[in-house]
């Protein structure tokens, strides 16, 4: 079974200072991991996924995530936000498993809002 | 290039009333996926189809939920007898998947959003 966590579903920060979205996980087998932006009215946008690779992946606009397996963690961040960044951002995991085609389980999400 | 087109974009709808959402996904993209997106929620996972096979279609709620993709390529999830709780965003997602590695990114279209009055 899989599982994510996001921790507090509004984050407030202002422009210019560092942006931490933070996202836990659970999975039987080893997990593949996606963070997706979401600007209002409009479907899902990929930002950055892990893959086994390498355990900092960076993303599209700035942002990056570090896998840590110990803390079964996979946390967002950005040095410095923008007013753009204001959206909400969903924590995803998938797994090998036969036949599933590697569906998403998502987080609850978390709104960013920047302040100017 | 294209990307993942859903329609329509909003649709209104009395309870009792079925309903036809369409998704037509990124050509060549053997996968679809649908999801289901309730108001300040995460997406939830609805069904899956490889081609024209629906692999798993363990996340429909109820038997008025359908799904087909007869060609492999658009697909159709259809809700019959529509009650209020299906008040919701409906998205379709493809990827290119390839083999049995499942770490492809799915590509989203702008959904659905559904209104049961």
């Known amino acids: 079974a899989q599982s994510v966590t996001q921790l507090g579903s509004h984050v407030s920060v202002s422009e210019g200072a560092l942006v931490l979205l933070r996202c836990n996980y659970s999975?039987?087998?080893?997990?593949?991991l996606f963070w997706y932006v979401q600007y209002p009215n409009q479907g899902l946008q990929l930002l950055l996924k892990?893959?086994?690779?390498?355990?900092l992946v960076k993303g599209i606009n700035g942002f990056e995530a570090e896998f840590k397996k110990s803390e079964t963690s996979f946390h967002l961040t950005k040095p410095s936000a923008h007013m753009r960044d204001a959206a909400e951002y969903f924590c995803a995991v998938s797994g090998l498993v036969y036949n599933q085609g590697g569906k998403l389980i998502f987080g609850q999400g978390t709104e960013l809002s920047v302040k100017p | 290039g294209a990307g993942v087109s859903q329609s329509p974009r909003y649709k209104v709808a009395k309870r009792g009333q079925d309903v036809a959402l369409r998704c037509d996904p990124i050509s060549g993209h053997v996968s679809l996926f649908w999801y289901q997106q309730a108001l300040g929620q995460g997406p939830e996972f609805l069904t899956y189809f490889q081609n024209e096979a629906q692999l798993d279609k363990s996340g429909l709620p109820s038997d008025r939920f359908f799904a087909e993709r007869p060609e492999g390529s658009v697909s159709t999830l259809k809700i019959q007898r529509t009650q209020q709780e299906d008040s919701a965003v409906y998205l379709c997602?493809?990827?290119?998947?390839?083999?049995?590695?499942?770490?492809?990114?799915?590509?989203f279209g702008d959904g659905t959003r559904l209104s049961i009055l």
């Open positions: 999975s039987s087998v080893p997990p593949y």
């Open positions: 892990y893959t086994s690779a390498a355990t």
């Open positions: 997602a493809s990827s290119l998947f390839v083999g049995a590695t499942s770490n492809e990114a799915q590509h």
